[in-house]
């Protein structure tokens, strides 16, 4: 069975393949590890949630994909904006739906990682914006990783191929409602991917190794490393005034993509996010949430990947073999779709078996 899936989006085409039949069925994935609905429409493109007076949690909804959420900080003199987005297509639109909500400017940019879909929408902002991140992430975008490797390829080096498949897919279809959303999801995909095509990356400007604080008119924003995770520099945003915690990938609201993950520091790391004092996590993907329990679910199911993958590893398994056998159902309950993080569970034991072999980058 191969299953193609429009990255992220809350209409995916699943295609069976069988020697004498083909068969696509449209399914609704409903929450995802984002929630950007290309098709349907919707005259507006994000939305603004005021979490507490001031900090929003932008989500695209709209027909441009953003991929990430964007967190909002906004101040007496001016605007902070953490994560930039998966283009700077995306990154335009935000700017001008932002305008609905404030109109006062926006002087820093936070990258939560250099992963393409916090860090591509950078471009668009000018010169005098400080773009904030960790030493790593700036190091990983000036040699081309945010425009290569495995994230990449995973999220949009795939696109084309699944444009394709989709194309191939159209003629055996007879039901003109699936036909038109098929042909919808083409036409999106086909969007995005020149949207993406777009892309100049930019590094941030500012850089951090451990922490730095900015004052704001009272408002103290803090920006924290506390150890590899989700990538090797991943900073959180901490808004003690404020109860806030803006986390980018390393806390996401359901399973994040492990395809480039220090599996057993992130554990340690979340340790140090939850001595924090807050009352609200503004994740990477997904809704904002209060439960502190989340963090504890994902650190199981982290240390669960981590155990099973190392046996199986220890016991000379393969990782395909590895991806097929290792059991998460008992994370179902708080995850859903345990065993099917973005990008899919061979990615992360693929990861796994780097760190083991010594060979992650
Ligand atoms: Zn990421």
Request: with cysteine.
């Amino acid at each position: 069975m191969c299953r193609i899936q429009s990255s992220n989006l809350a209409l995916a085409l699943v295609v069976v393949s069988a020697t004498s039949m083909v068969a696509c069925r449209l399914v609704e994935t409903g929450a995802g590890s984002d929630s950007a609905v290309r098709v349907g429409g919707n005259p507006s493109n994000f939305t603004f949630t005021e979490i507490v007076p001031d900090i929003y949690h932008a989500q695209g909804v709209g027909d441009i994909v953003a991929m990430s959420n964007a967190g909002i900080v906004i101040n007496d003199e001016d605007v902070l904006i953490v994560d930039s987005h998966v283009s700077p297509a995306a990154a335009d639109v935000l700017l001008e739906d932002l305008k609905t909500v404030t109109n006062k400017p926006v002087r820093f940019v936070v990258n939560t990682h250099w992963h393409m879909d916090h860090s591509h929408g950078n471009q668009v902002y000018p010169s005098e914006v400080e773009i904030i991140g960790h030493e790593a992430s700036r190091a990983a975008m000036v040699t081309g990783r945010s425009n290569s490797g495995r994230a990449y390829e995973t999220f949009i080096g795939s696109v084309p191929g699944r444009i394709a498949a989709m194309e191939g897919a159209l003629d055996t279809i007879g039901d003109p409602e699936l036909r038109t959303r098929l042909e919808e999801t083409i036409k999106a995909d086909r969007l995005f991917f020149a949207q993406t095509q777009e892309v100049v990356p930019t590094p941030p400007n500012t850089t951090l190794s451990e922490r730095m604080s900015l004052f704001r008119s009272g408002r103290e924003i803090r920006i924290l490393f506390f150890g590899r995770g989700h990538t090797e520099g991943d900073v959180i945003v901490h808004l003690p005034d404020d109860g806030v915690i803006i986390t980018g990938d390393l806390l996401p609201e359901g399973l994040p993509y492990m395809g480039d993950g220090y599996v057993p520091e992130w554990i340690e790391t979340l340790e140090h996010v939850k001595a924090l004092d807050f009352e609200w996590i503004i994740p990477g993907h997904g809704a904002p949430y209060q439960d502190r329990e989340k963090i504890d679910h994902l650190q199981a199911y982290l240390r669960d990947v981590w155990t099973q993958t190392v046996s199986f590893h220890g016991s000379g398994t393969d990782p395909e073999k590895t991806a097929v056998g290792i059991d998460l159902t008992a994370h179902a309950e708080h995850f859903k779709g345990a065993i099917d993080p973005p990008g899919g569970i061979g990615l992360a034991v693929l990861r796994i078996f780097e760190l083991l072999d010594g060979t992650a980058n």
